[in-house]
């Protein structure tokens, strides 16, 4: 207990529930984070002195809300009402809270915060921003360093977006069943968009990039704690282990990309693998199977295999198809392609790829995929060109130098 | 005499703990549990999975099989079981042969994360 680090992780847990709660009193993001952080610091204080409260959430809502009530009445130019600390009443309310924190209740609390954050009038890099620092809490300088932009066009884009959600006046009462829904989809879709900033990313600091990945599962963990039955939402959890598990073999010492069928599977995280197909099991014995069920049941049947040639591509092929249907896209077709290159040869797959080619004529793996199995095909010559275009697409230097590598290789045997 | 010793926590926090953290403490507890093991007291240990791995069997007139952890706090721990499975499937099932000698409560059926056999007991 005379380790301060356990305060640290003990307001992190809680954090996305208090701020939820604070956000229903007050209705404003910064009056929330703000009573949340004066709670922090007062935890900080009395509970290394005389330990954890029994719920620190409920804890640190109770004593948020009364610094934000001083601060409100100070502001109002009311009289200062109680000299007494804000955490002196919270022993006996603290209960009776506890409890309610236990009703469904607090589950729209907490949905409605990172619903808030992945409202669909905020862009896409904004959801992603504003989650980061308004339900992870992390720093300003933190999610610049993620994004690789200054400290003050971070702070800008933050503003811009929590501008842009009480504008659009999130409503506070608890939603239909139906409006539940599509905000816990939206906010799966933008939990995603925060693995991926960490996971596809190859500029930026390590570190912060797999805090970023960190962060996505601990939020999907929450998400999924709160709708336990939600199978999607078991299926994100799943993807993003099955992903995470990889990330220690993607990338090799020079921080060049370790394709799938390249990497040494020894350096897989073998706990989030286990805990990964131990939900795909689940999932796909309850169903129903969604989009992100789906992407986890593909990830499964890769690192079930010991190595890559034992890859089971026929089940592989079989998801992909089962995906097409239920969520068309010429991006899903593309990775259908690999599978079926390997069942079928690069011809069926190029006969796949090749109508998507207005669609995807502006993205990088359309043109790597393509000019790989152009490659295979001995079609040289317009293997160079696909490569071409693909390395002016790429967003990363490990991208762009993985392309290279393939066009070195053209170009050096003739 | 055997004893069973039963680790609670708060699941959050626990996920809330940095790498360093984690791995630090995992080690001091992991030398105790060596030690322990060695001193002839201590037999297998784990640790489980996340409570979003669980599934709950119901028992009532039927069994009924529900996603997620046990949840109710009116009823108490009473005993355990630990399953070597090939398949989440085959896992259920040797859980629902448990679940069909009983009236009442319910089975929580979790993987484990980690697993030590450590002294065979008597």
């Known amino acids: ?414 | 005499m055997l004893y069973a010793v039963f680790c609670y926590s708060q699941e959050a926090a626990v996920m809330s703990w940095s790498k360093a953290k984690e791995d630090d403490l995992m080690q001091r507890l992991a030398t105790v549990q060596e030690k322990l093991v060695a001193d002839g007291e201590l037999g297998p240990h784990g640790r489980l999975m996340p409570t979003t791995a669980a599934t709950t069997i119901r028992i009532g007139r039927e069994l009924a099989v529900v996603d997620g952890p046990f949840a109710e706090t009116k009823e108490q721990l009473l005993g355990f079981y630990l399953l070597d499975c090939e398949t989440f499937e085959e896992a259920l099932e040797a859980t629902r042969k448990l679940a069909r000698e009983r009236e009442s409560g319910a089975l929580e059926l979790r993987p484990l994360r980690h697993f030590v056999p450590g002294k065979t007991l008597a």
């Open chain 1, 1 to 414: 207990m005379n380790d301060p680090a356990w305060i640290d992780a003990a307001l992190a847990a809680a954090r996305p529930q208090a701020v939820a709660a604070l956000l229903r009193y007050f209705r404003d993001l910064d009056v929330a984070e703000e009573a949340f952080q004066d709670a922090c610091l007062r935890a900080l204080g009395k509970w290394s002195e005389q330990g954890p409260p029994r719920d620190p959430a409920a804890w640190l809502i109770l004593v948020g809300r009364n610094c934000a009530l001083d601060g409100l009445r100070r502001k109002a130019k009311f009289e200062v009402l109680t000299d007494s600390p804000p955490e002196e009443d919270v022993d006996e309310g603290e209960d009776e809270l506890v409890d309610r924190l236990d009703g469904s209740h607090f589950r729209d609390d907490v949905l409605r915060l990172l619903f808030v954050c992945a409202h669909p009038s905020l862009p896409p890099a904004q959801q992603v921003a504003l989650a980061l620092r308004v339900v992870s809490g992390l720093s300003v300088k933190e999610i610049a360093r993620a994004f690789l932009v200054s400290e003050s066009a971070m702070e800008q884009r933050i503003t811009r977006a929590k501008r842009t959600v009480r504008d659009a006046q999130v409503p506070f009462e608890a939603p239909g069943a139906g409006e539940r829904a599509q905000r816990i989809a939206a906010v799966a879709a933008m939990i995603y968009l925060v693995f991926n900033e960490g996971y596809a990313a190859s500029g930026g600091e390590e570190h912060v990039r797999v805090a970023l990945c960190d962060e996505a599962i601990r939020l999907a963990r929450l998400l999924l704690g709160l709708y336990v039955g939600e199978s999607e939402l078991q299926g994100l959890l799943a993807l993003l282990l099955l992903h995470h598990a990889r990330s220690a073999a993607r990338v090799d010492t020079d921080g060049n990309i370790v394709l799938l069928q390249d990497q040494d599977r020894s350096l897989w995280d073998g706990e989030a693998i286990a805990e990964g197909l131990a939900m795909v099991d689940k999932i796909m014995r309850e169903g129903p199977v969604g989009p992100y069920g789906l992407q986890a049941a593909i990830a499964a049947v890769h690192v079930r295999a010991p190595d890559a040639k034992a890859t089971d591509w026929g089940a592989i092929d079989r998801l992909y198809a089962l995906l097409e249907t239920l969520q068309p896209s010429p991006v899903v077709t593309l990775n259908r392609a690999v599978a079926v290159a390997k069942l079928r040869g690069p011809d069926a797959a190029l006969a796949l790829i090749d109508p998507l080619e207005e669609r995807l004529a502006s993205y990088f793996h359309f043109h790597g995929v393509r000019g790989a199995l152009l490659l295979e095909l001995d079609r040289r010559e317009e293997a160079r060109e696909a490569f071409g275009r693909a390395i002016a697409l790429a967003h990363t230097p490990a991208e762009a130098a993985h392309i290279r590598m393939h066009l070195d290789r053209l170009g050096g045997v003739e």
